[in-house]
């Protein structure tokens, strides 16, 4: 059933045209209702089912080049009119600015038609498996755990749902609606065996699929869990120095979100943090190196029909065979520096104003096998699981290797753990020297100013031909 | 306002009309108010209205649900309760959590009063005038890219159907500078300082622009450092880090679940050097975050963890307390499956046992790393396995004098760090985390690019 219906328009008109006669030079107004179910399952019995209902609005009043390109975003939970209307006073007092009143504004007509991208959605929520049927495939994931792997202390399957419904209005005509659903389903281990531990974990993204779960290949996930469980428990640490290494694709795809991707957003252009600055037509990587950004492909964890400032999203060609060709902007972005919107407005919930962020970004395709990457090198490090990583204020980055081995002479050595790449982009993005012919895309969660949101990270297998590793 | 009394009364006819005679409730509710500036212009302002509601009820098998919402009124209770009635159905019926028997024991109230929150219009020039000040300190620095004043009041409650009614208020506020700093021909810079107060008022704003220029100039002539192993000393901030991402080691529901580095034949165990001791205090003065009661409504306390060494006590919910023998210690979260985690360290020397080696100095050290801050912690510390790999901002020490480091990561297994440390270095240092000295530690791995 829709919450976010014609109901809303009134309302919505009357917050935008009362923000405008208040001398806002443009009201947007974002609203949420969300339906959450988080899933867990430990050893042979589940052990946690966590629904959440929210509801909420952000908004946001705009003040242009005249007034320093400023904004105020007030976000609630009170959906009441009343409530609304003291979110844009508090709003518009954050901008000098003060409600005159019952007038509206002249030139504001009132919203258009809404444009729904929910219609054909209506019904995934309730599409969406049920209790029963995510339990069954949690314990199914942790009984084939316990059959393939040795030495387990700890097994668990996690499930999470994310249904949500938004509504975007701004006083320039947007007037948008979406439904989008979120499912991530996840096996992890830790085992022991002395002083020997390894933790290992696999996750699986779906989007806009309710069914997705049912097609989830436990027993392979299992599988390929208990295979790495098993080289890493006993793994030695890496020996730290500055090596060439070879990502392996999907997730090693971090890499580039984190070292550069970020950096090409315009919420870093406005700070002056980001290396780029002005360096559109310049070669700043590899020419073997083109990176994409898009919101658009079937299935990926990053696609969205609209944006969460209500703009379809774009396939956005970041860098070109090494040349800086675009950056990710969103509405303030295009205000504020100058580069036009891409889609690319995005945020975790009501309580987050939009920012420019990324959605499925890779590094395309190049003409080598992976073979050919790792026969390239004499002593290096094949990084074939990625972790975790971040970058900082000056774009020195950094990521955990889960599971490497050793590059000897061409070959594929013992594996090694404890790995760290540290650099920096404008060091590190020359170096990328040979992509492989094996484009792959990974579903991740991405943290930044405006919280975290579902994105996906690929590439091919990658060969950075000098990079610091920190170890032992 | 939160009214306890109400949402009780409301929460027990729902409760009846859905047949049930166990059930808890928390609640929050809060008002924020944030700003940012850039180049002495208010860039981001914000502000929210929170409310939460998470209701939890017992069905008559015995089995636990439990549901969220962000609706306060009579329908998102009703929503809550309903939602929880509902999830009941797959409660776990091995290992359930019970309401906790000392939710209604009498409750000593933290001595402090909501501070009076600003006008956003006074935050943004305070901050516009931190900025400025910040910028003045040094020619090289020309940017403050991330900086935030932000105030926020708000109150808690918990109820629960053993007739407790718990409820506190609290107000916050907090400020953080991170500046910029480039000399022609060299990489940028950066470093910054936090302060936290219970009031915009309370805010050292002076002390966190000296604090975050000095850092950020100390940064300015940096080196590589080479690859090898080092004596570290730790900033009270970075070994509060380390310790709380490794804070599985006192946490009942991690031993419990086999994924903490103890078990429970741990206690009793000497996991440290005698001189180091380790309290968890939720209700420090100096903790901003203090609560009275946790997500069960158990008072909270100053426990020991670690004296003289030895591991001498975990972390419970009331779940675990049960299984343990013990009684629950006040750091229950409120779940289905209930999640236990620390408050705030009080890391300092055992009574009686010295401060270890009292000569080490770290403006007299001869080759000692000196870990300022450390990063990515979220994914370069392996905490069921004890290990970490984590880039640091910090300096070289030759000869007493200190150099920047350029890029760097320290490493090692905090099982062994317990067992390498050779002094506390000074008066215990309040920081957002907790309480702590400087710490010196032998033998870890330093990953440079010399």
Same mark, same amino acid.
């Given at each position: 059933?829709?919450? =976010?219906?014609?109901?809303?328009?009134?309302?919505?008109?009357?917050?935008?045209?009362?923000?405008?006669?208040?001398?806002?030079?443009?009201?947007?107004?974002? =609203?949420?209702?969300?339906?959450?179910?988080?899933?867990?399952?430990?050893?042979?019995?589940?052990?946690?089912?966590?629904?959440?209902?929210?509801?909420?609005?952000?908004?946001?009043?705009?003040?242009?080049?005249?007034?320093?390109?400023?904004?105020?975003?007030?976000?609630?939970?009170?959906?009441?009119?009343?409530?609304?209307?003291?979110?844009?006073?508090?709003?518009?007092?954050?901008?000098?600015?003060?409600?005159?009143?019952?007038?509206?504004?002249?030139?504001?007509?009132?919203?258009?038609?809404?444009?729904?991208?929910?219609?054909?959605?209506?019904?995934?929520?309730?599409?969406?498996?049920?209790?029963?049927?995510?339990?069954?495939?949690?314990?199914?994931?942790?009984?084939?755990?316990?059959?393939?792997?040795?030495?387990?202390?700890?097994?668990?399957?996690?499930?999470?749902?994310?249904?949500?419904?938004?509504?975007?209005?701004?006083?320039?005509?947007?007037?948008?609606?979406?439904?989008?659903?979120?499912?991530?389903?996840?096996?992890?281990?830790?085992?022991?065996?002395?002083?020997?531990?390894?933790?290992?974990?696999?996750?699986?993204?779906?989007?806009?699929?309710?069914?997705?779960?049912?097609?989830?290949?436990?027993?392979?996930?299992?599988?390929?869990?208990?295979?790495?469980?098993?080289?890493? =428990?006993?793994?030695?640490?890496?020996?730290?120095?500055?090596?060439?290494?070879?990502?392996?694709?999907?997730?090693?795809?971090?890499?580039?979100?984190?070292?550069?991707?970020?950096?090409?957003?315009?919420?870093?252009?406005?700070?002056?943090?980001?290396?780029?600055?002005?360096?559109?037509?310049?070669?700043?990587?590899?020419?073997?190196?083109?990176?994409?950004?898009?919101?658009?492909?079937?299935?990926?964890?990053?696609?969205?029909?609209?944006?969460?400032?209500?703009?379809?999203?774009?396939?956005?060609?970041?860098?070109?065979?090494?040349?800086?060709?675009?950056?990710?902007?969103?509405?303030?972005?295009?205000?504020?520096?100058?580069?036009?919107?891409?889609?690319?407005?995005?945020?975790?919930?009501?309580?987050?104003?939009?920012?420019?962020?990324?959605?499925?970004?890779?590094?395309?395709?190049?003409?080598?096998?992976?073979?050919?990457?790792?026969?390239?090198?004499?002593?290096?490090?094949?990084?074939?699981?990625?972790?975790?990583?971040?970058?900082?204020?000056?774009?020195?980055?950094?990521?955990?290797?889960?599971?490497?081995?050793?590059?000897?002479?061409?070959?594929?050595?013992?594996?090694?753990?404890?790995?760290?790449?540290?650099?920096?982009?404008?060091?590190?993005?020359?170096?990328?020297?040979?992509?492989?012919?094996?484009?792959? =895309?990974?579903?991740?969660?991405?943290?930044?100013?405006?919280?975290?949101?579902?994105?996906?990270?690929?590439?091919?297998?990658?060969?950075?031909?000098?990079?610091?590793?920190?170890?032992? | 306002?939160?009214?306890?009394?109400?949402?009780?009364?409301?929460?027990?006819?729902?409760?009846?009309?859905?047949?049930?005679?166990?059930?808890?409730?928390?609640?929050?509710?809060?008002?924020?108010?944030?700003?940012?500036?850039?180049?002495?212009?208010?860039?981001?302002?914000?502000?929210?209205?929170?409310?939460?509601?998470?209701?939890?009820?017992?069905?008559?098998?015995?089995?636990?649900?439990?549901?969220?919402?962000?609706?306060?009124?009579?329908?998102?209770?009703?929503?809550?309760?309903?939602?929880?009635?509902?999830?009941?159905?797959?409660?776990?019926?091995?290992?359930?959590?019970?309401?906790?028997?000392?939710?209604?024991?009498?409750?000593?109230?933290?001595?402090?009063?909501?501070?009076?929150?600003?006008?956003?219009?006074?935050?943004?020039?305070?901050?516009?005038?931190?900025?400025?000040?910040?910028?003045?300190?040094?020619?090289?620095?020309?940017?403050?890219?991330?900086?935030?004043?932000?105030?926020?009041?708000?109150?808690?409650?918990?109820?629960?159907?053993?007739?407790?009614?718990?409820?506190?208020?609290?107000?916050?506020?907090?400020?953080?500078?991170?500046?910029?700093?480039?000399?022609?021909?060299?990489?940028?810079?950066?470093?910054?300082?936090?302060?936290?107060?219970?009031?915009?008022?309370?805010?050292?704003?002076?002390?966190?622009?000296?604090?975050?220029?000095?850092?950020?100039?100390?940064?300015?002539?940096?080196?590589?450092?080479?690859?090898?192993?080092?004596?570290?000393?730790?900033?009270?901030?970075?070994?509060?880090?380390?310790?709380?991402?490794?804070?599985?080691?006192?946490?009942?529901?991690?031993?419990?679940?086999?994924?903490?580095?103890?078990?429970?034949?741990?206690?009793?165990?000497?996991?440290?050097?005698?001189?180091?001791?380790? #309290?968890?205090?939720?209700?420090?003065?100096?903790?901003?975050?203090?609560?009275?009661?946790?997500?069960?409504?158990?008072?909270?306390?100053?426990?020991?963890?670690?004296?003289?060494?030895?591991?001498?006590?975990?972390?419970?919910?009331?779940?675990?307390?049960?299984?343990?023998?013990?009684?629950?210690?006040?750091?229950?979260?409120?779940?289905?499956?209930?999640?236990?985690?620390?408050?705030?360290?009080?890391?300092?020397?055992?009574?009686?046992?010295?401060?270890?080696?009292?000569?080490?100095?770290?403006?007299?050290?001869?080759?000692?790393? #000196?870990?300022?801050?450390?990063?990515?912690?979220?994914?370069?510390?392996?905490?069921?396995?004890?290990?970490?790999?984590?880039?640091?901002?910090?300096?070289?020490?030759?000869?007493?004098?200190?150099?920047?480091?350029?890029?760097?990561?320290?490493?090692?297994?905090?099982?062994?760090?317990?067992?390498?440390?050779?002094?506390?270095?000074?008066?215990?240092?309040?920081?957002?985390?907790?309480?702590?000295?400087?710490? #010196?530690?032998?033998?870890?791995?330093?990953?440079?690019?010399?």
């Amino acid at each position: 059933m829709s919450f =976010l219906d014609s109901f809303w328009q009134q309302r919505l008109e009357l917050l935008l045209s009362t923000g405008r006669a208040a001398g806002a030079d443009l009201v947007e107004v974002f =609203l949420e209702r969300g339906d959450r179910l988080g899933v867990m399952a430990e050893q042979e019995r589940v052990t946690s089912v966590s629904p959440a209902f929210v509801s909420g609005a952000g908004v946001r009043v705009f003040r242009g080049k005249d007034h320093g390109y400023r904004d105020g975003f007030v976000s609630t939970n009170d959906l009441s009119e009343a409530g609304l209307l003291q979110a844009l006073d508090q709003a518009l007092g954050m901008l000098g600015l003060e409600r005159n009143g019952a007038a509206a504004a002249a030139d504001f007509q009132g919203l258009p038609e809404l444009k729904d991208y929910g219609t054909s959605k209506q019904g995934w929520l309730d599409q969406s498996p049920g209790v029963s049927v995510i339990a069954e495939r949690l314990l199914e994931g942790t009984a084939r755990l316990e059959q393939h792997a040795q030495h387990l202390q700890a097994r668990r399957g996690s499930y999470s749902r994310d249904w949500q419904e938004v509504m975007v209005a701004a006083s320039d005509g947007t007037f948008a609606r979406d439904l989008r659903l979120h499912q991530t389903l996840g096996l992890s281990v830790l085992a022991a065996d002395g002083e020997h531990r390894a933790s290992v974990a696999r996750r699986f993204g779906s989007t806009d699929h309710p069914d997705d779960l049912l097609v989830w290949d436990a027993d392979s996930t299992a599988r390929d869990i208990a295979a790495s469980t098993g080289t890493m =428990l006993y793994a030695d640490y890496v020996d730290a120095g500055t090596y060439p290494v070879v990502l392996a694709n999907k997730f090693g795809g971090v890499i580039f979100h984190e070292a550069c991707g970020h950096l090409l957003e315009t919420t870093q252009l406005e700070r002056g943090t980001s290396p780029f600055a002005g360096r559109i037509g310049e070669p700043i990587a590899h020419e073997a190196v083109t990176a994409i950004d898009e919101g658009l492909s079937n299935r990926h964890f990053g696609s969205i029909a609209m944006d969460d400032e209500g703009l379809e999203p774009q396939r956005t060609t970041l860098i070109e065979n090494g040349v800086l060709k675009a950056f990710l902007s969103d509405r303030a972005g295009e205000w504020r520096t100058g580069q036009p919107r891409t889609g690319s407005g995005r945020r975790q919930s009501y309580a987050f104003s939009a920012a420019s962020r990324m959605r499925n970004t890779f590094i395309a395709a190049g003409p080598h096998s992976p073979a050919e990457l790792i026969g390239s090198i004499d002593n290096g490090l094949y990084c074939k699981v990625m972790g975790g990583g971040s970058v900082g204020p000056t774009g020195q980055f950094n990521f955990s290797v889960e599971e490497g081995y050793l590059i000897e002479n061409g070959e594929l050595g013992k594996p090694v753990k404890g790995a760290t790449l540290i650099g920096d982009a404008e060091t590190v993005m020359p170096r990328i020297s040979m992509c492989a012919n094996d484009l792959d =895309l990974a579903a991740g969660f991405c943290g930044s100013v405006s919280g975290s949101v579902y994105v996906t990270v690929g590439q091919p297998h990658v060969k950075v031909d000098s990079i610091t590793v920190g170890g032992r | 306002m939160l009214n306890s009394d109400l949402l009780h009364d409301q929460l027990s006819a729902l409760a009846q009309n859905h047949g049930l005679s166990r059930w808890d409730m928390g609640a929050s509710c809060s008002t924020d108010l944030s700003v940012q500036v850039d180049r002495g212009k208010a860039h981001q302002l914000k502000g929210a209205q929170r409310s939460a509601v998470t209701v939890r009820v017992w069905n008559s098998d015995g089995r636990v649900g439990i549901t969220s919402c962000s609706d306060l009124s009579a329908d998102g209770l009703a929503q809550a309760l309903s939602g929880a009635a509902e999830a009941s159905a797959f409660g776990d019926l091995q290992d359930p959590p019970d309401l906790s028997p000392r939710s209604t024991e009498s409750l000593e109230p933290l001595k402090r009063e909501p501070q009076a929150t600003r006008p956003i219009q006074e935050m943004v020039q305070t901050l516009i005038s931190a900025e400025q000040r910040l910028l003045d300190c040094h020619p090289s620095i020309g940017t403050v890219p991330y900086n935030g004043l932000s105030q926020r009041r708000g109150e808690r409650v918990y109820l629960n159907s053993l007739g407790a009614r718990r409820h506190e208020e609290r107000s916050s506020a907090s400020l953080y500078l991170y500046a910029r700093a480039e000399e022609a021909g060299r990489k940028p810079r950066s470093a910054g300082a936090v302060r936290l107060g219970h009031g915009t008022d309370e805010l050292d704003v002076q002390g966190c622009i000296d604090e975050a220029a000095e850092l950020t100039i100390s940064h300015l002539d940096y080196a590589p450092i080479d690859t090898g192993t080092y004596t570290c000393v730790f900033s009270p901030e970075a070994f509060l880090d380390l310790m709380g991402a490794f804070s599985n080691l006192f946490n009942a529901r991690s031993v419990l679940d086999g994924l903490s580095l103890s078990k429970r034949e741990s206690l009793g165990e000497s996991v440290a050097v005698p001189f180091f001791s380790l #309290w968890d205090d939720a209700r420090h003065p100096a903790n901003l975050g203090a609560s009275a009661f946790d997500g069960e409504g158990t008072p909270t306390a100053r426990l020991p963890l670690i004296e003289g060494g030895v591991l001498r006590q975990f972390l419970h919910s009331e779940g675990t307390a049960r299984q343990f023998g013990v009684a629950s210690t006040g750091h229950a979260g409120m779940g289905a499956k209930v999640s236990v985690s620390p408050d705030w360290f009080e890391i300092g020397a055992t009574p009686g046992a010295g401060c270890g080696d009292a000569s080490l100095n770290r403006f007299q050290a001869d080759g000692v790393v #000196w870990i300022d801050s450390l990063s990515a912690l979220h994914a370069g510390v392996k905490a069921s396995q004890g290990a970490f790999s984590l880039p640091f901002d910090g300096w070289l020490v030759k000869g007493g004098e200190r150099r920047s480091i350029e890029a760097a990561t320290v490493a090692g297994d905090i099982r062994q760090v317990l067992k390498s440390l050779l002094a506390f270095e000074g008066e215990a240092q309040v920081t957002p985390d907790g309480l702590c000295p400087h710490v #010196w530690v032998e033998g870890l791995a330093i990953t440079g690019e010399a």
